[in-house]
């Protein structure tokens, strides 16, 4: 193995509890070309996911998100922190080239994985919204630079029980945005059918609906909210004081779920699915205030 994209989490306190950062990395014969932070560092952990490619697919991968308007902000990917989406989905999107993503691995699951993407899906947001970046910043980039991915090399890419497959064929049946609360339903069911299968429906899924319909309403309050025509978010310009409260909400609502999930599931299946038996945050008020603010 030469050349190939790898995501790697390591331990980060956030707020004063325990959780993981992640971040992707990509190489060319053994030698990396570019370390992608996704929002936080870019050194050291433990690989989560390995994809690989050829020497000619490795250059073009690292030219499409050498772009400012694919890499986004501290390797944002153009999603606003805490909003969209932390670490775990930026890190999926870079990802992204063959379709696999840390949550594919049930194995070597960062803590917190698990409730970032009870609250924000696997890619930001619901998969409507990773549709309108791949739309409008990856795939013109991709056809700037020629770049097109042999998928038969890709374990996720055909296999129709993948959560991207299934993320994907619902996608491609949908006539507008919809309901990105019923989106991000939708794919926890699919994620949890995929990885633990005895678990033959989501044990919270009333409970992630109504707090999912909270944090909507709560954004709402700050003026925050998904345009469904064209899957972008309005952001207005955003107090310090509004910021602490976005992210004190977002990880109210991720230990509520986690407490939930906890006494459904029993604490083994918790622990696979979230990485650690301790409850966690997963967004950080320093890297909010660094992000948010304007």
Known sequence: MENYMQSLF??????GS???HTYAELYEKNVRLDSYKCFGGNEGGQVGTISTYT??????IYSVFSEKKVRGTSDSTTMNYGINGVCHQAAN????????????NIDFRPK?????????????????????????????TCDKYGLVIDMSNCDQSSAEGSLWYKCEKKYREKTTAGDYVDDILFETAAMLSI????????????????????????LK?????FIEETGETHIPILTRDAVKQLVENVNELGKQIQSELMSKIGE??????????EFTDIADLDMAYTFLLK
């Not at 698990?114 to 795939?139: A, D, I, M």
């Not at 309050?221 to 909210?225: A, C, D, E, L």
């Not at 083994?268 to 038996?277: A, C, D, E, M, P």
Request: charge should be positive.
């Open 10 to 15: 390591y331990p980060a306190v956030i707020n």
């Open 18 to 20: 325990p959780a993981d």
């Open 55 to 60: 020497s000619l697919e490795s250059n073009k």
């Open 93 to 104: 999107r870079f990802l992204h080239p063959s379709y696999v993503a840390m949550v594919t």
């Open 112 to 140: 917190g994985l698990t409730t970032s993407c009870y609250l924000y899906g696997e890619y930001g947001n619901t998969f409507y919204q990773y549709e309108h970046w791949r739309k409008k910043y990856y795939f013109k």
């Open 195 to 218: 990885y633990i299968p005895s678990l033959k429906e989501n044990p919270i899924l009333e409970t992630q609906r109504s707090m999912l319909k909270e944090r909507e309403k709560f």
């Open 221 to 225: 309050t700050h003026g925050i909210y």
């Open 268 to 277: 083994k299946l918790f622990v696979s699915l979230h990485g650690t038996k």
